[in-house]
């Protein structure tokens, strides 16, 4: 039997990509196609792909001419695939000429003639209206957002809002094409999407404002603390078709996704144990320490250390105690314990108590150890029994992070996802409940 192998991204799947897989189709007997992961493409720089892998492989699939697909992951990967599958030809598009001569040691190297007028970028630019965002709350976490968005196809930055509106004219100075807004309709006749960067407990209300308002909505972690209000939200969205994400960083990075991915097909075995661990030093005068702004450790920083423990295990556990040391009615440091049926999991979060910031996620076959800061993840191992089958991954974190939530966001208004496919409606929620037991001090012993 002879088999052929392709590679590609396969994007908004046109007749250029089925004129090329039939073509291929052609060369022999058993065709596989490899497609590239997400991960993968936002490492080789392309941020703008639309469908995402699942829905990418589902297009692929439909052609009805693939007899295996596959997912290419890193860099290298082609040479390892057409030995494991035993390939005969690999065979390509007319615009990769010369880039491939490489895997002629291994098998035959065909470039098939590319089907003119017509490619994934170009679909992509005949269908893309620009998102005009407005950002609330123009403080320090905000001032990333601007640099971060550039990166992004398809968003300009177009508005501000701040309560004090000193601060948002600043933010207007530093930021080119940025307008200051002193009043917020006239703010939300100006945009189609907000990004709010406000205190955590202004969060609800303005994410329902906006939401009213008719705006998609990214907002900043913990979106709100409190499980019926983060329900109400949600349901307000759906309702109006509009998208609401929680913008958590680490849960749209590359590196993080793919630890999620593997770990979920049974690379490390059964999940038994989640340890996770943040802490930040902070000057004790910041709004951070302040109790009737939600201050602490829990709030500032819980939803990160919760993210992988809720990925891996879900939202359906048995118990969570806290134990935390407080200072002026806000924790310095908790130690949270999460009992699930068959796992239990702990993390620490700290504001005036350093931690070791590693993850580490214990299985039946292995452990994945994840060195801190473990939350901007760009290199993680599987570590085994036998020391010889550590496996280690490197990833690229870019700049501050932020531009793979941009980029999840404006793939969801494009793609008419309710929400984030990297942090999901039920994940968010059961942040929320969490946050909630610790504001009402459920289970909760201070040390
Ligand atoms: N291809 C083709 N004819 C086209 C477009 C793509 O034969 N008009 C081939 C590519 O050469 C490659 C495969 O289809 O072998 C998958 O290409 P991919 O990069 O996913 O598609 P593009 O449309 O080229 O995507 P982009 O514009 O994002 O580069």
Redesign the pocket.
């Known amino acids: 039997m002879k088999k052929v192998i392709?590679?590609?991204?396969?994007?908004?799947l046109?007749?250029?990509?089925i004129?090329?897989?039939q073509?291929a189709k052609e060369l022999g007997d058993y065709l596989i196609v490899g497609v590239?992961n997400d991960s993968f493409d936002k490492d080789r720089g392309?941020l703008n792909?639309r469908n995402n892998v699942l829905e990418r492989v589902e297009a692929v699939k439909a052609t009805g001419l693939a007899d295996k697909i596959i997912i290419e992951d890193y860099v290298g990967q082609k040479i390892e695939d057409v030995l494991k599958y035993n390939v005969d030809i690999f065979?390509?598009?007319?615009?990769?000429e010369g880039q491939f001569d490489y895997l002629n040691e291994f098998c035959q190297v065909i470039y098939?003639?590319?089907?003119?007028?017509?490619?994934?970028?170009?679909?992509?630019a005949e269908t893309q209206y620009n998102v005009n965002i407005g950002i609330i709350g123009c403080g320090r976490v905000a001032s990333r957002f601007p640099f971060e968005a550039k990166v992004v196809s398809g968003i300009s930055i177009t508005a501000a809002y701040d309560q004090d509106y000193a601060v948002c004219c600043d933010f207007e100075k530093k930021n080119i094409g940025v307008k200051a807004y002193e009043n917020l309709n006239d703010f939300y006749s100006h945009v189609d999407a907000v990004y709010i960067a406000t205190p955590h407990l202004s969060h609800y209300d303005c994410i329902k404002k906006s939401l009213l308002a008719g705006k998609h909505v990214l907002c900043e972690t913990p979106m709100v603390l409190n499980e019926l209000q983060a329900n109400e939200l949600y349901n307000i969205a759906e309702e109006r078709n509009l998208v609401l994400v929680e913008a958590n960083k680490t849960a749209h990075c590359p590196a993080f996704n793919h630890l999620i991915v593997m770990i979920k097909s049974g690379l490390i075995g059964e999940v038994v144990d989640i340890e996770a661990s943040l802490s930040q030093l902070l000057d004790k005068s910041g709004r951070e320490f302040d109790v009737n702004q939600a201050g602490g450790a829990m709030f500032e920083q819980g939803s990160y250390p919760l993210l992988p423990i809720l990925k891996l295990l879900g939202p359906e556990f048995k118990s969570l105690n806290f134990y935390s040391k407080m200072e002026k009615n806000v924790d310095m440091h908790t130690k949270g314990v999460i009992l699930y049926p068959n796992a239990v999991c702990s993390f620490k979060v700290g504001l005036g108590v350093k931690t070791e910031g590693s993850l580490v996620i214990s299985g039946t076959k292995g452990y994945a150890y994840v060195p801190a800061p473990w939350w901007k993840t760009d290199y993680f191992e599987l570590r085994y029994e036998n020391q010889n089958d550590t496996k280690k991954f490197f990833y690229k974190w870019d700049g501050f992070g932020l531009r793979y939530e941009i980029q999840e966001f404006i793939g969801s208004i494009y793609n008419k996802r309710p929400t984030s496919t990297k942090l999901n409606r039920k994940e968010s929620i059961c942040m929320a409940r969490i946050m909630q037991a610790f504001y009402e001090k459920k289970n909760f012993i201070e040390i």
């Open positions: 392709t590679y590609g991204t396969f994007d908004l046109h007749q250029g990509h004129n090329l897989l073509k590239t392309k792909v065979a390509i598009g007319s615009d990769w098939l003639p590319r089907t003119e007028g017509i490619s994934s970028t170009q679909l992509r």
